[in-house]
């Protein structure tokens, strides 16, 4: 089973500032089949990135995604107010998939 | 609009059963892969299931092979999960989940219900 870890825990940050979130695999993500989604309280995730750097339908431009092997990084470029949420990233390539345990983006 | 709508959680009394179902809307279903995947109270997602178009793929998280059971009719537009011998860690909101693209059993998540949840408890 390959097991996601994301870092930071919590991220405290201001809007319109950029944010940084790192998920690392404990195995190689079979052909960068790795996704990031956004959950906010009560509500269900929503995907925002798939195939490692590929946006998802409606996603604005500040969201982006990169990374190959065990390294992957969601990048906002500059925080809107509604992206303070607890984010998570996603391998698909080998079964089990798996989640990571989730970055809480906080305002500062 | 392309909506899933889950339905079937309860409170259950450990080693009970319950049958979740999903109902899908907007998209054609049976072009599409698609899972199961909950949240334990206040924790983080953990994938439960997955079923292939024609349900000749299927795979399960460790934690609930042998005792749950996804299944889909394509003519019905519905998702099931049957869940047997509940324990109370199996207590989460459920999630069904559509695959992005169709044909792919493992794949990113890109239309989520809004959850039921199941309460495992005597």
């Known amino acids: 089973e390959i097991v996601l870890t994301q870092s930071p825990g919590t991220l405290s940050l201001s809007p319109g500032e950029r944010a940084t979130l790192s998920c690392r695999a404990s195995?190689?993500?079979?052909?960068?089949?790795l996704a990031w989604y956004q959950q906010k309280p009560g509500q269900a995730p929503r995907l925002l990135i798939h195939g490692a750097s590929v946006r998802a339908t409606g996603i604005p431009d500040r969201f982006s995604g990169s990374g190959s092997g065990t390294d992957f990084t969601l990048t906002i470029s500059r925080l809107e107010p509604e992206d303070f949420a607890v984010y998570y990233c996603?391998?698909?390539?080998?079964?089990?998939?798996?989640f990571g345990q989730g970055t809480k983006l906080e305002i500062k | 609009e392309v909506q899933l709508v889950e339905s079937g959680g309860g409170l259950v009394k450990p080693g009970g059963s319950l049958r979740l179902s999903c109902a899908a809307s907007?998209?054609?279903?049976?072009?599409?892969?698609m899972n199961w995947v909950r949240q334990a109270p206040g924790k983080g997602l953990e994938w439960v299931s997955s079923?292939?178009?024609?349900?000749?793929?299927?795979y399960y998280a460790d934690s609930v092979k042998g005792r749950f059971t996804i299944s889909r009719d394509n003519a019905k537009i519905s998702l099931y999960l049957q869940m047997n011998s509940l324990r109370a860690d199996d207590t989460a909101v459920y999630y069904c989940?559509?695959?992005?693209?169709?044909?792919?059993?493992?794949?990113?998540?890109?239309?989520w219900g809004q959850g039921t949840m199941v309460t495992v408890s005597s």
């Open positions: 195995q190689s993500v079979s052909s960068s089949y």
């Open positions: 989940a559509r695959s992005v693209y169709g044909d792919y059993v493992n794949d990113a998540l890109d239309i």
């Open positions: 907007g998209f054609t279903f049976s072009s599409y892969s």
């Open positions: 996603h391998q698909y390539g080998s079964s089990p998939q798996t």
């Open positions: 079923i292939s178009i024609s349900s000749s793929y299927i």
